[in-house]
């Protein structure tokens, strides 16, 4: 019995294989595999595709944010607002930063912030709120934006699994102040690496992140301030430069792989669905239902130990919330402090999900999920 992966980039190199190895062989060719024109046409193809003003190229999505922080000034003394119910580096940049994450509960429905928590949260040393657009799914950005308008706070949009999510027309990354991507492998638009972008449309923070990004420099050996070195090499630009053209059409291929499993999944007892809102255009990163526990134990490991065993992967985003990481421990949080972020930690389960999974798979693991529940 063939596995069936949760993401399967195999299948999407067959059908780019042949334009993305001849990228790459040009970029050898030409020796400029550091900064160069290739990068500086994707950013430009990228800032246009999200339409903002400006991208900023970088080494990865965590360093996006790390840029995007300092270059507002949000450091020592400073608090942000984000969820605890993400990847690390959400939180774990604010920290390097110098400033001090404030987590707030999530919504059971979107897994998002609980955007009805959030002005409980604020203090005097509030700057930003950091929203993470959580598997593809954007957070309410209307009424978001509204709370960080009236109380003059940034935005700082972490679009790590969104790209081409879109809030009421408008897509993710060009809504809050500046927007932050990942272009890790497993995302909608991965490299064959590391790579991230930053998307602004205030011409003078875009000219501070590229200096950040550049060890503080803005050409030779003269520095203006510490930066770090966090730059997209040109192969990545390249191949991202290519992926880009057939996003749509693949985040297109998401949302039928998400509408079936609605359908197959939609009468089936002892899980609940992932819902998208209304005004939200989602791309699905990740298929996430959740398996609430029982009396007798956690339903949700027994379930994907059995599709494990019937040759499906699933995987757990995020088995502990960040507020009760170990690393977080001096700020205070106690179990039970934000309940529902810890519930569906014990409860999400992300489901196999790429373009080019078939109905046939999806019926695979559907039939296997049903079994494991009765």
Excluded at 147 to 170: F, K, M, P, S, Y
Excluded at 273 to 287: E, H, I, K, R, T
Excluded at 294 to 320: A, E, K, T
Excluded at 328 to 336: H, I
Aim: charged residues 15%; negative net charge; aromatic residues 8%.
């Amino acid at each position: 019995m063939n596995q069936i992966p949760p993401l399967d980039l195999t299948e999407q190199y067959k059908s780019i294989g042949a334009e993305v190895n001849a990228a790459v062989l040009e970029v050898l060719a030409s020796g400029r595999y550091i900064n160069g024109p290739v990068v500086s046409q994707f950013e430009q193809a990228f800032a246009d595709y999200i339409g903002a003003a400006t991208c900023i190229a970088c080494n990865s999505g965590t360093d996006a944010l790390f840029l995007a922080l300092r270059a507002f000034n949000i450091g020592v003394g400073d608090e942000v607002i984000t969820s605890p119910f993400t990847f690390i580096a959400t939180a774990e940049m604010i920290s390097a930063a110098g400033a001090t994450p404030v987590f707030v509960d999530i919504d059971p429905q979107t897994y998002n912030l609980d955007l009805q928590q959030i002005e409980a949260a604020i203090t005097p040393k509030t700057k930003a709120i950091m929203p993470v657009h959580l598997f593809g799914h954007p957070v309410d950005m209307t009424e978001l934006t509204a709370i960080a308008q009236t109380h003059q706070l940034l935005v700082i949009e972490d679009c790590a699994q969104a790209v081409g999510a879109a809030w009421n027309g408008v897509r993710v990354g060009n809504i809050g102040q500046i927007g932050c991507f990942s272009f890790y492998p497993t995302k909608n638009l991965g490299a064959c690496g590391d790579g991230g972008a930053i998307t602004v449309n205030d011409a003078a923070i875009a000219d501070r992140i590229r200096l950040l990004r550049d060890h503080g420099r803005r050409e030779g050996y003269i520095h203006e301030e510490v930066g770090v070195n966090s730059r997209l090499d040109a192969v990545q630009a390249a191949i991202l430069s290519i992926k880009l053209r057939y996003l749509d059409t693949w985040n297109a291929g998401r949302q039928v792989v998400a509408e079936r499993y609605h359908q197959l999944l939609e009468h089936v007892p002892g899980i609940i669905l992932p819902q998208a809102l209304p005004d939200g255009q989602a791309v699905w990163n990740q298929y996430t239902i959740r398996i609430p526990a029982s009396p007798q134990g956690n339903n949700r490991d027994r379930v994907r130990q059995h599709l494990q065993q019937q040759g499906i992967i699933s995987m757990i985003y995020y088995p502990l919330p960040l507020h009760l990481q170990p690393v977080y421990k001096f700020l205070g949080y106690q179990p039970g402090q934000l309940p529902v972020s810890e519930q569906l930690a014990n409860e999400v389960l992300s489901l196999p999900m790429y373009p080019e999974l078939t109905l046939e798979q999806q019926e695979r693991v559907v039939y296997a999920l049903k079994d494991s529940l009765s």
